[in-house]
């Protein structure tokens, strides 16, 4: 892998803030990551915190109303604050999305050629009519489209085979990075494992850089080489897939871990309260007013990124630096336990 | 919340589904109308029975398109049974006048998948629980009526009571609505719950409370729950016995336990491979069923799970539409001028496209029957294990083309396998599954 080189997309410092009729909402607040080419991280949070908004920053599709400032780079350039004109430019091109509707971001009115043909022609003038066909043809024949089926309107094609096209449609334009948000939600759990087989070739065959976002830490432990755990904006804790997996360092990753359902569930187990408000987030630590964990120091000061020997970057006071901590900092938080009923 | 009941001391089933069958006709084209042409129909519950015995949690599990929620809605009469019978408490329901069948819900409730679309916005939580009981007549003052929704609420754990009394569902998070939908379910006092995916709409930390709570409320209620999701998971969790539906059909049922420790129908062990884990030592193998659930207006012959099933043997009702997907996965790999080439050898597949045993794959032009044949051939060479083959009887090559005659397929029926049922030809010894199989 070529992971020496430059990261094939870079996050430094991002500030993503909705304006409401009352104080903004910050749905991404200070986030930085990379993503090597070849390299896929997957970014997990529950709703509301600000993943998907991650995801559209950096495509450049942030609502009216949103602002962003910080850095996104890829392409040997800050996104950030660039026109429409030049973002289109890009979007395609150098970066590509797959999102979670498959039916609703194809025409219904457009051929699947179509669809290829204004992809083609938008971002690559020069090819021949011969030479989009062929890449066309390649790019779906990869996902397991086959040929005989070009000509056909977007509904003749089934939940599954809308999600491989949308996937053909990202990757014809050979983008270095994709971003891909919640792709197997809608789809059932065979064809979901069907997907989930075509991202993780993705990356051994093309070297791109994939982003996955989604609520769903199976799929993570399934695809991703990285995995960036989100909460209320920030990235509480950004490691190697299978060390946070294994030995999750931030209390946060550790309950939701705790509190998935899976086949070999023996009790169940949920994180007591709900997140927070982004109008108006907790003090210090974000996560304290739930976190089993907390200490004294955990609502006065914002814990910063720690390297912990995992090889993870997390942001908890447990992990340090001992030195920021004051005296009687590490005393355990008393508080009032949350009531049963508030809760996401 | 219960006065009367002492449950009967009997172990009459609360509910027995009978050979249901919930057909959609289609309304075709106005040419085929005039011309009284049938359009078919989507056959989207077709031939399903199970007994439900009071306090019991069954599970109902399935993807999209299996038929689980359409099965759910008319058990409550919420859709019409096109064949078949549905006894619950004693009573027919199937065929039940609109009044009975408004009874018939009140002891019977369900509650649905989204809570943000199960309640209105507009309504607060007092209205909004204490709706069924003004539409069914219960509660005839508004003390009785504020009484019975301050329960509900406390049943629910949506306290104190007062603080959510007269909030909007704009003010509640994802899990508290959904305790206010199971509240307006509670309210009238049912004795069997259908939860349709009651969790799966909501954040992974919030699950677990809403099955505790469902769990509790069984107890506290005396309920019975038909839990319908396809969330393998927490059907596991939940559920003391599971049916696994595919496609209108049972294909296999028993204790939660034992499917899960030893999983019996194909489709079932596919299912239990697939689901992505947390647990790093845990891979989702990659030799899992191709294709995805077909149309319901005209669903595979014989097993309808056939097409993409990995033990699929002689009987399993191998056809004309199979023929075709071999074919076009063939040339999904191919590159375009090997594609171009064999297409022009062949005509049009579009004669495939009926349910038949009886496939004909004619010539292109300027080529004849032996082309189409060494075409076959070649297919057949590259991947002779493709389990198709074993359902073809004859091969005739003419001079048009080649016509393929498959074995003639048998519906598989649930057969008593140990403690459970599946509807599996592996499982039955007269049709002398291939060796190696599974002893029952």
Known sequence: ?344 | MRPETEAPATTAPLLEVRNVKTHFALRGTFAGRVLGRDAGSVKAVDGVSFALQPGEVLGLVGESGSGKTTLARTILGLAEATEGSIRFGGEEVVGMSERDLRRHRRRAQMVFQDPHASLNPAMDLLTAIGHPLKIHGIAHDEGALRRAVGDALEHVGLTPVERYLHAFPSDLSGGQKQRAVIARAIITDPDLLIADEPVSMLDMSVRAKILELMIRLKEELNLTYLYVTHDLATARYFCDRIAIMYLGRIVEIGPTASIFADPKHPYTRSLLRAVPDPDPDRRVPRDLPRGEVPDAVEPPLGCSFHPRCPRAFEPCGWEARDLRDLIERRWAGLGEEAFERERRRIGALDRLDAPSTDATISAGRGSGGGDVRDLLDAIRDRDPDEPLWRGVERVETGSGGVDVTFRPHVDPALLDVGDRRVACHLYDPSLAPPSGEPAA
């Open chain 1, 1 to 344: 892998m070529t992971s020496a080189a430059e990261p094939a997309l870079s996050v430094r410092d991002l500030r993503v803030w909705y304006g409401t009729p009352g104080a903004p909402v910050r749905a991404v607040d200070g986030v930085s990551f990379d993503i090597a080419a070849g390299e896929t991280l997957g970014l997990v949070g529950e709703s509301g915190c600000g993943k998907s908004t991650l995801g559209r920053s950096i495509m450049g599709l942030l609502p009216e109303g949103a602002a962003a400032d910080g850095d996104i780079r890829y392409g040997g350039r800050n996104v950030v604050g660039l026109t429409e004109r030049d973002l289109r430019a890009i979007r395609g091109a150098d970066v590509g999305m797959i999102f979670q509707e498959p039916m609703t971001r194809l025409d219904p009115l457009m051929t699947i050629e179509d669809h290829f043909a204004e992809t083609l022609k938008t971002h690559e003038p020069g090819l021949s009519k011969a030479e989009r066909r062929r890449r066309s043809l390649d790019a779906l024949g990869g996902m397991g489209i086959p040929p005989t089926r070009f000509g056909q309107y977007p509904h003749e094609f089934s939940g599954g085979m809308r999600q491989r096209i949308m996937i053909a449609l990202a990757l014809v334009l050979r983008p270095r990075v994709v971003i891909a948000d919640e792709p197997t939600t809608a789809l059932d759990v065979l064809v979901e494992a069907q997907i989930l087989t075509i991202l993780t070739d993705l990356r051994r065959n093309y070297d791109t850089a994939l982003l996955l976002i989604t609520h769903n830490l199976g799929i993570v432990a399934e695809a991703c080489d990285r995995v960036a755990v989100m909460y209320a904006g920030e990235i509480v804790e950004d490691g190697p897939a299978e060390q946070v997996f294994r030995a999750p360092a931030h209390p946060y990753t550790r309950e939701l871990l705790a509190s998935i359902i899976s086949l070999r569930t023996q009790a169940l187990r949920a994180i007591p309260g709900a997140p927070p408000d982004l109008r108006d987030p907790p003090s210090g630590c974000r996560f304290h007013p739930r976190c089993p964990d907390a200490m004294r120091v955990c609502p006065a000061m914002s814990p910063a990124p720690v390297w912990v020997e995992t090889g993870s970057t997390v942001r908890c006071w447990l992990h340090g630096p001992a030195e920021l901590i004051p005296p009687g900092g590490t005393e355990p938080l008393e508080r009032r336990r949350p009531e049963v009923a508030d809760e996401a």
